[in-house]
């Protein structure tokens, strides 16, 4: 696609429910990086995929985290049993290989809502 | 650990003056840095990219530029909008590494 789209743009659900997000990088984009930002607040580096494969999950909080990017393209970020503190903008990035030399393309998040 | 401090947090100034934004990292080895543009509930919009080696980026009105030995950077924006309001952030991507770490931002309100 032309950009990196981020499904849904808000969801709110209620404290201790699972939650999915989605990200479509952009066509050909083998690098794939999520990360979190509260309100006023730099966003905050989570994980980052090369390929199918997670290089670095090192900013994934906790066990409730997780996320997936099983054909190189599409990828979840997938989240159990939610806390209010788990509310934020979830924001995804790809990247053709890799930011060093490229650059970062972002999507317009996911607005994630914990009641 | 890297962190990344932006200053100041937030900013208002007249339409037509020229202002600068300022960025200070703890770690100067890195490999590049990005400047990126927020508008409230939107994604990131990149500015500007400066690799280790250049000392500084021009884009229209925006000039960014680096010192990687004192670990600034600052973005020049001149005769300023009421367009140009905005979030600014300032990110650095580390030799070590391929993510970005982030400043706080800096808030831009540019009065007509």
């Known amino acids: 696609g032309a950009g990196v789209s981020q499904t849904p743009s808000n969801k709110v659900t209620e404290k201790g429910k699972y939650v999915e997000l989605r990200c479509d990088p952009i066509?050909?984009?083998?690098?794939l990086y999520w990360y979190r930002q509260s309100l006023g607040q730099g966003p905050e580096f989570l994980i980052y995929?090369?390929?199918?494969?997670?290089?670095?999950d090192s900013g994934l909080p906790n066990d409730r985290f997780f996320a997936v990017r099983p054909e190189g393209s599409v990828s979840t970020l997938k989240i159990q049993r939610t806390e209010r503190g788990d509310s934020a903008v979830y924001l995804c990035?790809?990247?053709?290989?890799?930011?060093?030399?490229?650059?970062?393309?972002f999507g317009s998040g996911t607005r994630l809502t914990v009641v | 650990k890297q962190e990344v401090t932006q200053i100041p947090a937030a900013l208002s100034v007249p339409e037509g003056e020229n202002l600068v934004l300022n960025c200070s990292f703890t770690?100067?080895?890195?490999?590049?840095l990005q400047w990126f543009r927020q508008d409230p509930g939107k994604g990131l919009t990149s500015l500007l990219l400066?690799?280790?080696?250049?000392r500084e980026q021009t884009s229209g009105r925006l000039n960014a530029s680096l010192d990687k030995s004192s670990g600034r950077s600052t973005l020049y924006i001149a005769a300023s909008q009421p367009g140009d309001s905005a979030t600014y952030l300032c990110?650095?991507?580390?030799?070590?590494?391929?993510?970005?770490?982030f400043g706080g931002g800096t808030r831009l309100m540019v009065k007509p």
């Open positions: 400066i690799q280790s080696s250049q």
């Open positions: 770690d100067s080895a890195i490999y590049n």
């Open positions: 995929f090369q390929g199918t494969g997670a290089a670095d």
């Open positions: 990110a650095v991507v580390g030799n070590a590494g391929n993510m970005l770490t």
């Open positions: 066509s050909g984009h083998t690098a």
């Open positions: 990035a790809s990247s053709p290989h890799g930011g060093g030399t490229d650059g970062y393309t």
